[in-house]
Protein backbone atom coordinates (compact mmCIF):
# COMPACT_ATOMS: atom_id res chain seq x y z
CA UNK A 1 0.00 0.00 0.00
CA UNK A 2 1.45 3.34 -1.03
CA UNK A 3 1.40 5.82 1.40
CA UNK A 4 0.14 9.38 -0.03
CA UNK A 5 0.36 11.56 3.20
CA UNK A 6 4.03 11.73 3.82
CA UNK A 7 3.02 12.99 6.98
CA UNK A 8 1.54 10.00 8.29
CA UNK A 9 4.82 7.95 7.60
CA UNK A 10 7.19 6.56 10.69
CA UNK A 11 10.12 8.25 11.76
CA UNK A 12 12.89 5.34 12.75
CA UNK A 13 14.75 6.83 15.89
CA UNK A 14 18.80 6.23 16.35
CA UNK A 15 19.58 5.00 19.36
CA UNK A 16 20.01 7.92 20.59
CA UNK A 17 16.51 9.59 20.38
CA UNK A 18 13.31 8.40 21.96
CA UNK A 19 9.65 10.73 22.70
CA UNK A 20 11.69 12.96 24.87
CA UNK A 21 14.35 13.82 22.87
CA UNK A 22 11.83 14.38 19.77
CA UNK A 23 9.69 16.83 21.78
CA UNK A 24 12.74 18.56 23.05
CA UNK A 25 14.48 19.04 19.59
CA UNK A 26 10.95 20.49 18.01
CA UNK A 27 10.10 22.57 21.25
CA UNK A 28 13.25 24.16 21.61
CA UNK A 29 13.86 24.71 17.99
CA UNK A 30 12.68 28.57 18.22
CA UNK A 31 10.68 27.66 14.86
CA UNK A 32 7.47 25.57 16.47
CA UNK A 33 4.34 27.57 18.03
CA UNK A 34 1.74 25.15 17.44
CA UNK A 35 1.01 22.44 20.06
CA UNK A 36 1.83 18.71 18.41
CA UNK A 37 1.97 15.52 19.58
CA UNK A 38 4.61 12.73 19.29
CA UNK A 39 2.82 8.80 18.97
CA UNK A 40 5.34 6.20 20.10
CA UNK A 41 3.96 3.10 17.65
CA UNK A 42 6.32 0.96 19.76
CA UNK A 43 4.09 1.45 22.77
CA UNK A 44 0.93 0.59 21.13
CA UNK A 45 2.78 -3.14 20.36
CA UNK A 46 4.16 -3.10 23.88
CA UNK A 47 0.71 -3.07 25.01
CA UNK A 48 -0.17 -5.83 22.20
CA UNK A 49 2.41 -7.92 23.74
CA UNK A 50 0.79 -7.15 27.47
CA UNK A 51 -2.16 -8.25 26.43
CA UNK A 52 -1.30 -11.54 24.58
CA UNK A 53 0.46 -12.50 28.06
CA UNK A 54 -2.12 -10.92 30.09
CA UNK A 55 -5.68 -12.65 28.58
CA UNK A 56 -4.29 -15.59 25.97
CA UNK A 57 -7.59 -16.66 25.37
CA UNK A 58 -9.45 -13.09 24.29
CA UNK A 59 -9.03 -11.35 21.04
CA UNK A 60 -8.30 -7.97 21.08
CA UNK A 61 -11.07 -6.41 18.46
CA UNK A 62 -9.77 -1.92 18.67
CA UNK A 63 -12.27 0.31 20.06
CA UNK A 64 -11.85 2.48 16.74
CA UNK A 65 -13.45 5.52 18.41
CA UNK A 66 -11.25 5.64 20.91
CA UNK A 67 -8.14 6.98 18.44
CA UNK A 68 -8.92 6.80 14.72
CA UNK A 69 -5.35 7.86 13.93
CA UNK A 70 -4.76 5.74 10.41
CA UNK A 71 -1.38 4.53 11.39
CA UNK A 72 -2.39 3.17 14.99
CA UNK A 73 -5.14 1.38 12.94
CA UNK A 74 -2.60 0.28 10.13
CA UNK A 75 -0.17 -1.31 13.70
CA UNK A 76 -2.90 -2.80 14.73
CA UNK A 77 -3.91 -4.32 11.48
CA UNK A 78 -0.50 -5.89 10.95
CA UNK A 79 -0.28 -7.10 14.49
CA UNK A 80 -3.18 -9.27 13.66
CA UNK A 81 -6.02 -6.93 15.66
CA UNK A 82 -9.95 -6.81 14.66
CA UNK A 83 -11.58 -3.78 15.26
CA UNK A 84 -14.97 -2.92 16.60
CA UNK A 85 -16.42 0.13 14.75
CA UNK A 86 -19.81 2.19 15.49
CA UNK A 87 -20.46 3.72 11.98
CA UNK A 88 -20.09 3.24 8.28
CA UNK A 89 -17.31 5.63 8.39
CA UNK A 90 -14.81 3.58 11.25
CA UNK A 91 -16.12 0.78 9.01
CA UNK A 92 -14.65 2.28 5.43
CA UNK A 93 -11.59 3.59 6.74
CA UNK A 94 -10.73 0.06 8.85
CA UNK A 95 -11.54 -1.70 5.13
CA UNK A 96 -9.36 0.90 3.40
CA UNK A 97 -6.13 -0.58 4.92
CA UNK A 98 -6.87 -3.90 3.83
CA UNK A 99 -8.57 -5.33 6.80
CA UNK A 100 -11.30 -8.14 5.91
CA UNK A 101 -14.74 -7.60 6.75
CA UNK A 102 -14.61 -10.67 8.75
CA UNK A 103 -12.58 -8.65 11.31
CA UNK A 104 -14.91 -6.32 12.09
CA UNK A 105 -18.10 -6.16 14.71
CA UNK A 106 -20.17 -3.27 14.09
CA UNK A 107 -20.57 -2.87 17.98
CA UNK A 108 -23.64 0.14 18.20
CA UNK A 109 -26.71 -1.56 19.47
CA UNK A 110 -28.81 1.97 17.89
CA UNK A 111 -27.44 1.83 13.99
CA UNK A 112 -28.82 3.94 11.17
CA UNK A 113 -30.78 2.35 8.57
CA UNK A 114 -28.42 3.31 6.21
CA UNK A 115 -25.33 2.08 8.17
CA UNK A 116 -27.14 -0.96 8.40
CA UNK A 117 -27.28 -1.23 4.51
CA UNK A 118 -23.64 -0.37 4.24
CA UNK A 119 -22.02 -3.04 6.28
CA UNK A 120 -24.47 -5.78 4.43
CA UNK A 121 -23.14 -4.27 1.28
CA UNK A 122 -19.22 -4.16 2.73
CA UNK A 123 -19.99 -7.76 4.38
CA UNK A 124 -19.52 -6.39 7.55
CA UNK A 125 -21.86 -9.21 9.09
CA UNK A 126 -21.21 -9.40 12.97
CA UNK A 127 -23.35 -6.78 15.19
CA UNK A 128 -24.77 -6.00 18.43
CA UNK A 129 -28.24 -5.30 19.15
CA UNK A 130 -30.37 -4.93 22.52
CA UNK A 131 -33.54 -4.20 22.20
CA UNK A 132 -36.99 -5.15 19.36
CA UNK A 133 -36.92 -2.62 16.80
CA UNK A 134 -33.18 -2.93 16.07
CA UNK A 135 -33.89 -7.00 15.70
CA UNK A 136 -36.77 -5.79 12.93
CA UNK A 137 -33.98 -3.26 11.65
CA UNK A 138 -32.03 -5.76 10.68
CA UNK A 139 -34.15 -8.46 9.74
CA UNK A 140 -35.25 -5.99 7.54
CA UNK A 141 -32.15 -4.43 5.73
CA UNK A 142 -29.17 -7.44 6.85
CA UNK A 143 -31.75 -10.52 7.28
CA UNK A 144 -28.27 -12.66 7.01
CA UNK A 145 -26.09 -10.41 9.90
CA UNK A 146 -24.55 -12.60 12.55
CA UNK A 147 -26.31 -11.08 15.73
CA UNK A 148 -24.54 -10.55 19.05
CA UNK A 149 -27.32 -9.48 21.93
CA UNK A 150 -25.57 -6.78 24.28
CA UNK A 151 -26.29 -6.75 27.85
CA UNK A 152 -25.89 -4.58 30.80
CA UNK A 153 -23.65 -4.99 33.29
CA UNK A 154 -22.21 -1.98 35.47
CA UNK A 155 -19.39 -1.39 36.55
CA UNK A 156 -19.37 0.28 40.16
CA UNK A 157 -16.78 2.62 39.66
CA UNK A 158 -15.95 3.36 35.79
CA UNK A 159 -14.42 6.78 34.00
CA UNK A 160 -17.12 6.49 31.69
CA UNK A 161 -20.47 4.71 32.54
CA UNK A 162 -22.24 2.93 29.21
CA UNK A 163 -24.55 1.05 30.86
CA UNK A 164 -27.43 4.35 30.87
CA UNK A 165 -27.49 4.40 27.04
CA UNK A 166 -26.66 0.61 25.72
CA UNK A 167 -27.00 -3.23 26.91
CA UNK A 168 -30.55 -4.97 27.91
CA UNK A 169 -31.20 -6.23 31.44
CA UNK A 170 -29.86 -9.80 31.16
CA UNK A 171 -32.82 -11.52 33.36
CA UNK A 172 -35.81 -10.40 32.08
CA UNK A 173 -35.41 -8.71 28.39
CA UNK A 174 -32.22 -10.50 27.09
CA UNK A 175 -34.46 -14.02 26.95
CA UNK A 176 -37.27 -12.04 25.33
CA UNK A 177 -35.02 -11.13 22.97
CA UNK A 178 -33.71 -14.18 21.95
CA UNK A 179 -36.90 -15.53 22.06
CA UNK A 180 -37.95 -12.53 19.16
CA UNK A 181 -34.88 -13.59 17.13
CA UNK A 182 -35.99 -16.99 16.92
CA UNK A 183 -39.55 -15.81 15.79
CA UNK A 184 -37.96 -13.83 13.45
CA UNK A 185 -35.45 -16.23 11.93
CA UNK A 186 -31.97 -14.11 12.65
CA UNK A 187 -28.78 -15.89 13.12
CA UNK A 188 -28.09 -14.96 17.39
CA UNK A 189 -24.46 -16.27 17.60
CA UNK A 190 -23.22 -14.73 20.91
CA UNK A 191 -23.75 -12.25 23.89
CA UNK A 192 -21.74 -9.13 24.20
CA UNK A 193 -21.40 -6.97 27.29
CA UNK A 194 -19.13 -3.71 28.51
CA UNK A 195 -19.07 -2.78 32.16
CA UNK A 196 -17.94 0.60 31.51
CA UNK A 197 -15.15 2.75 29.72
CA UNK A 198 -11.94 3.02 32.36
CA UNK A 199 -13.37 0.54 34.68
CA UNK A 200 -12.22 0.24 38.02
CA UNK A 201 -14.00 -2.47 39.00
CA UNK A 202 -12.44 -6.03 38.18
CA UNK A 203 -14.88 -8.48 39.84
CA UNK A 204 -17.95 -6.85 37.43
CA UNK A 205 -16.60 -8.75 34.82
CA UNK A 206 -17.35 -12.26 36.56
CA UNK A 207 -20.57 -11.05 37.17
CA UNK A 208 -21.27 -10.15 33.52
CA UNK A 209 -19.42 -13.41 32.28
CA UNK A 210 -22.03 -15.53 34.65
CA UNK A 211 -24.85 -13.82 32.75
CA UNK A 212 -23.31 -14.33 29.21
CA UNK A 213 -23.19 -18.10 30.16
CA UNK A 214 -26.94 -18.79 31.41
CA UNK A 215 -27.98 -16.55 28.07
CA UNK A 216 -25.52 -18.70 25.94
CA UNK A 217 -27.59 -21.48 27.62
CA UNK A 218 -31.22 -20.18 26.96
CA UNK A 219 -30.30 -19.48 22.98
CA UNK A 220 -28.50 -23.00 22.81
CA UNK A 221 -31.99 -24.13 24.14
CA UNK A 222 -34.14 -22.34 21.74
CA UNK A 223 -32.07 -23.74 18.52
CA UNK A 224 -29.10 -21.18 18.37
CA UNK A 225 -25.75 -21.96 17.71
CA UNK A 226 -23.72 -19.37 19.53
CA UNK A 227 -20.16 -19.31 19.50
CA UNK A 228 -18.96 -15.43 20.33
CA UNK A 229 -18.79 -14.08 23.43
CA UNK A 230 -17.71 -10.43 23.62
CA UNK A 231 -16.60 -9.24 26.98
CA UNK A 232 -16.40 -5.45 25.87
CA UNK A 233 -13.79 -2.80 26.85
CA UNK A 234 -12.77 -1.06 29.89
CA UNK A 235 -9.24 -1.27 30.58
CA UNK A 236 -6.86 1.24 31.67
CA UNK A 237 -3.94 2.51 29.63
CA UNK A 238 -1.91 5.12 30.76
CA UNK A 239 1.29 4.88 31.87
CA UNK A 240 1.80 3.41 35.24
CA UNK A 241 -1.47 1.51 35.26
CA UNK A 242 -2.00 -2.21 34.61
CA UNK A 243 -4.69 -4.59 33.99
CA UNK A 244 -3.41 -7.51 36.00
CA UNK A 245 -6.44 -7.26 38.45
CA UNK A 246 -8.97 -7.75 35.43
CA UNK A 247 -7.19 -10.30 33.87
CA UNK A 248 -7.30 -12.43 36.70
CA UNK A 249 -11.29 -12.42 37.15
CA UNK A 250 -11.63 -12.36 33.47
CA UNK A 251 -9.59 -15.56 33.12
CA UNK A 252 -11.16 -17.67 36.20
CA UNK A 253 -14.57 -16.52 34.48
CA UNK A 254 -13.84 -18.23 31.44
CA UNK A 255 -12.07 -21.26 32.94
CA UNK A 256 -15.13 -21.48 34.80
CA UNK A 257 -17.96 -20.83 32.77
CA UNK A 258 -16.56 -20.63 28.96
CA UNK A 259 -14.13 -23.73 29.52
CA UNK A 260 -14.16 -24.76 25.70
CA UNK A 261 -12.93 -24.18 22.72
CA UNK A 262 -15.86 -23.99 21.06
CA UNK A 263 -16.42 -20.54 22.27
CA UNK A 264 -14.37 -17.49 20.99
CA UNK A 265 -13.68 -14.70 22.97
CA UNK A 266 -12.81 -10.93 21.71
CA UNK A 267 -12.48 -8.03 23.69
CA UNK A 268 -12.82 -4.00 22.96
CA UNK A 269 -10.17 -2.41 24.43
CA UNK A 270 -9.34 1.11 23.30
CA UNK A 271 -7.64 3.15 25.98
CA UNK A 272 -5.53 0.39 26.61
CA UNK A 273 -3.77 0.48 23.47
CA UNK A 274 -2.87 4.69 22.35
CA UNK A 275 -3.75 6.21 26.25
CA UNK A 276 0.34 6.69 26.95
CA UNK A 277 1.16 6.10 23.36
CA UNK A 278 0.54 10.00 22.43
CA UNK A 279 2.22 12.82 24.37
CA UNK A 280 1.33 16.18 23.56
CA UNK A 281 3.30 19.64 23.73
CA UNK A 282 1.88 22.80 24.30
CA UNK A 283 3.75 26.28 24.65
CA UNK A 284 2.42 29.14 26.74
CA UNK A 285 1.31 31.81 24.36
CA UNK A 286 0.14 34.51 27.34
CA UNK A 287 0.31 34.71 31.22
CA UNK A 288 -1.72 36.71 33.38
CA UNK A 289 -0.04 37.27 37.37
CA UNK A 290 -2.62 37.53 39.85
CA UNK A 291 -1.62 40.05 42.25
CA UNK A 292 -2.49 39.97 46.26
CA UNK A 293 -4.51 41.70 48.25
CA UNK A 294 -4.25 45.46 49.82
CA UNK A 295 -1.90 44.22 52.41
CA UNK A 296 0.54 42.72 49.78
CA UNK A 297 -0.22 44.57 46.51
CA UNK A 298 2.95 43.62 44.72
CA UNK A 299 3.38 39.53 45.97
CA UNK A 300 1.88 37.03 43.02
CA UNK A 301 -0.54 34.90 44.75
CA UNK A 302 -1.72 33.16 41.11
CA UNK A 303 0.07 32.43 37.52
CA UNK A 304 -2.52 32.09 34.44
CA UNK A 305 -1.07 30.03 31.59
CA UNK A 306 -2.65 30.22 28.36
CA UNK A 307 -1.31 27.13 26.51
CA UNK A 308 -1.99 26.82 22.71
CA UNK A 309 -4.31 23.72 22.86
CA UNK A 310 -7.40 23.36 25.39
CA UNK A 311 -10.99 21.69 25.89
CA UNK A 312 -12.26 22.50 22.71
CA UNK A 313 -9.35 20.55 21.18
CA UNK A 314 -7.75 18.19 22.99
CA UNK A 315 -8.59 18.80 26.08
CA UNK A 316 -11.93 17.66 25.39
CA UNK A 317 -11.17 14.80 27.11
CA UNK A 318 -11.56 16.30 30.42
CA UNK A 319 -14.96 17.18 29.30
CA UNK A 320 -16.76 14.07 28.02
CA UNK A 321 -13.89 11.07 29.23
CA UNK A 322 -13.50 12.58 32.73
CA UNK A 323 -9.86 12.48 32.61
CA UNK A 324 -7.43 14.04 34.92
CA UNK A 325 -4.40 15.40 33.40
CA UNK A 326 -1.01 16.32 34.70
CA UNK A 327 1.13 19.26 33.26
CA UNK A 328 4.57 18.61 33.18
CA UNK A 329 6.98 21.79 32.10
CA UNK A 330 9.23 21.06 30.02
CA UNK A 331 12.30 23.07 31.29
CA UNK A 332 13.24 22.02 34.89
CA UNK A 333 12.16 25.34 37.24
CA UNK A 334 13.56 26.73 40.31
CA UNK A 335 12.68 28.53 43.45
CA UNK A 336 9.01 28.98 45.31
CA UNK A 337 5.97 27.19 43.87
CA UNK A 338 3.09 29.11 42.83
CA UNK A 339 -0.68 28.45 42.67
CA UNK A 340 -1.16 28.06 38.68
CA UNK A 341 -3.95 27.45 36.53
CA UNK A 342 -3.79 26.73 32.75
CA UNK A 343 -6.11 27.88 30.19
CA UNK A 344 -6.95 26.98 26.39
CA UNK A 345 -6.62 29.43 23.50
CA UNK A 346 -10.41 30.03 22.70
CA UNK A 347 -13.05 32.75 24.36
CA UNK A 348 -14.64 30.75 26.26
CA UNK A 349 -14.17 30.74 29.76
CA UNK A 350 -15.07 27.15 30.38
CA UNK A 351 -11.98 26.89 28.25
CA UNK A 352 -9.94 25.53 31.27
CA UNK A 353 -7.02 22.40 31.17
CA UNK A 354 -6.07 22.85 34.74
CA UNK A 355 -7.81 24.89 37.14
CA UNK A 356 -5.30 24.75 40.41
CA UNK A 357 -2.02 23.56 40.69
CA UNK A 358 1.83 24.38 41.90
CA UNK A 359 4.24 25.48 38.97
CA UNK A 360 7.81 27.03 39.12
CA UNK A 361 7.50 30.73 37.21
CA UNK A 362 7.33 29.88 33.79
CA UNK A 363 7.70 32.31 31.17
CA UNK A 364 6.04 33.12 27.45
CA UNK A 365 7.64 30.81 24.95
CA UNK A 366 7.81 28.15 27.79
CA UNK A 367 6.69 24.66 27.03
CA UNK A 368 4.51 22.00 29.15
CA UNK A 369 4.22 18.67 27.96
CA UNK A 370 0.66 16.07 28.80
CA UNK A 371 1.26 12.48 28.92
CA UNK A 372 -1.28 9.77 28.31
CA UNK A 373 -2.92 11.59 25.45
CA UNK A 374 -4.29 9.18 23.30
CA UNK A 375 -7.41 8.19 24.34
CA UNK A 376 -10.55 10.14 22.94
CA UNK A 377 -8.78 13.29 21.95
CA UNK A 378 -8.00 13.79 19.04
CA UNK A 379 -11.42 12.28 17.23
CA UNK A 380 -13.27 14.60 19.19
CA UNK A 381 -11.09 17.59 18.45
CA UNK A 382 -12.13 20.67 16.94
CA UNK A 383 -10.94 23.67 15.29
CA UNK A 384 -12.97 26.12 17.35
CA UNK A 385 -12.33 29.63 17.06
CA UNK A 386 -9.56 29.22 14.67
CA UNK A 387 -7.30 27.33 16.56
CA UNK A 388 -5.84 23.94 14.61
CA UNK A 389 -5.89 20.37 15.82
CA UNK A 390 -2.06 19.39 16.68
CA UNK A 391 0.08 17.62 14.44
CA UNK A 392 0.85 14.07 15.27
CA UNK A 393 4.48 13.29 14.67
CA UNK A 394 5.21 9.16 14.48
CA UNK A 395 8.05 7.70 15.93
CA UNK A 396 9.81 3.98 16.40
CA UNK A 397 12.87 2.89 17.23
CA UNK A 398 14.62 0.22 15.16
CA UNK A 399 13.75 -3.01 16.80
CA UNK A 400 9.68 -1.59 15.98
CA UNK A 401 11.05 -1.01 12.46
CA UNK A 402 12.22 -4.54 11.95
CA UNK A 403 8.95 -6.17 13.37
CA UNK A 404 6.11 -3.99 11.50
CA UNK A 405 8.53 -3.29 7.95
CA UNK A 406 6.89 -6.00 6.51
CA UNK A 407 4.00 -6.81 8.15
CA UNK A 408 0.83 -5.93 5.99
CA UNK A 409 -0.98 -3.29 5.46
CA UNK A 410 2.71 -2.06 7.07
CA UNK A 411 5.35 -1.51 3.86
CA UNK A 412 8.85 0.09 4.05
CA UNK A 413 7.17 2.92 2.80
CA UNK A 414 5.74 3.81 5.67
CA UNK A 415 9.22 4.85 7.28
CA UNK A 416 11.19 7.09 6.99
CA UNK A 417 14.93 5.47 7.69
CA UNK A 418 17.25 6.33 9.30
CA UNK A 419 18.13 9.54 12.25
CA UNK A 420 15.29 11.91 12.81
CA UNK A 421 15.43 13.82 9.77
CA UNK A 422 16.28 17.83 10.96
CA UNK A 423 12.92 19.15 9.28
CA UNK A 424 11.45 16.72 11.79
CA UNK A 425 13.01 18.37 14.26
CA UNK A 426 12.15 21.73 13.69
CA UNK A 427 8.10 20.59 13.66
CA UNK A 428 7.57 20.96 9.72
CA UNK A 429 6.19 18.28 7.31
CA UNK A 430 8.62 15.49 5.85
CA UNK A 431 7.11 16.58 2.32
CA UNK A 432 9.48 19.67 2.95
CA UNK A 433 13.17 20.50 2.95
CA UNK A 434 13.14 24.54 2.47
CA UNK A 435 13.59 24.87 6.42
CA UNK A 436 14.81 28.49 5.84
CA UNK A 437 11.78 29.71 4.65
CA UNK A 438 10.10 29.32 8.06
CA UNK A 439 12.72 31.14 9.74
CA UNK A 440 12.65 35.14 9.91
CA UNK A 441 15.59 36.31 10.77
CA UNK A 442 13.85 39.27 12.05
CA UNK A 443 11.57 37.97 14.56
CA UNK A 444 12.48 35.55 17.90
CA UNK A 445 9.95 33.49 19.54
CA UNK A 446 11.93 33.30 23.06
CA UNK A 447 9.66 35.11 25.68
CA UNK A 448 12.61 37.72 26.71
CA UNK A 449 12.41 39.14 23.04
CA UNK A 450 8.54 39.34 22.95
CA UNK A 451 8.36 41.28 25.48
CA UNK A 452 11.72 43.12 25.42
CA UNK A 453 11.27 47.37 25.06
CA UNK A 454 14.24 48.21 22.42
CA UNK A 455 14.61 51.45 23.60
CA UNK A 456 15.12 49.81 27.04
CA UNK A 457 17.03 46.10 26.94
CA UNK A 458 15.97 44.07 30.08
CA UNK A 459 18.32 44.22 32.63
CA UNK A 460 20.80 41.28 33.09
CA UNK A 461 19.22 41.07 36.88
CA UNK A 462 16.08 39.46 38.12
CA UNK A 463 13.86 41.42 40.73
CA UNK A 464 11.33 40.51 43.66
CA UNK A 465 9.48 42.14 45.70
CA UNK A 466 10.41 41.64 50.01
CA UNK A 467 7.74 43.00 52.41
CA UNK A 468 10.65 44.17 55.39
CA UNK A 469 8.91 45.13 58.54
CA UNK A 470 10.69 48.36 60.20
Not at 316 to 325: A, G, K
Not at 341 to 352: A, K, R
Request: aromatic share 8%; proline share 6%.
Amino acid sequence: MKVTNLDERIHVLDSASNVTTVIKDIALSGLQEEAFYVLDIGDVVRKHQIWKEKMPRVSPYYAVKCNDNLIVIEVLAALGIGFDCASKSEINKVLSVGVDPSRIIFANPAKPASHIRHSAVVGVDVMTADNESELHKIKKLHPTAKVVIRIRCDAEVAQCQLGMKFGCDPIFEAPNLLRLSRVLGLNIIGISFHVGSGCQDPPVFYRAIRHSKILFDLATDLGFKPYLLDIGGGYPGNKGSSIDRIADVVNEALDEYFNTDAVHVIAEPGRFYVASAFTLATSIHSKRSVRGDENSPNTITHNMYYINDGVYGSFNCLLYDHQHVIPIPLKKGCGKMIPSSIWGPTCDGLDQVVENVLLHEMDLGDWIIFENMGAYTLPVASPFNGFPVPKVHIVADENIWHLLKDALPLTEEHFVIGNTPANLRLGLDIGGTDTNAWHNSNIELTSTQILADVTNPPSSYFYDYLEVDL
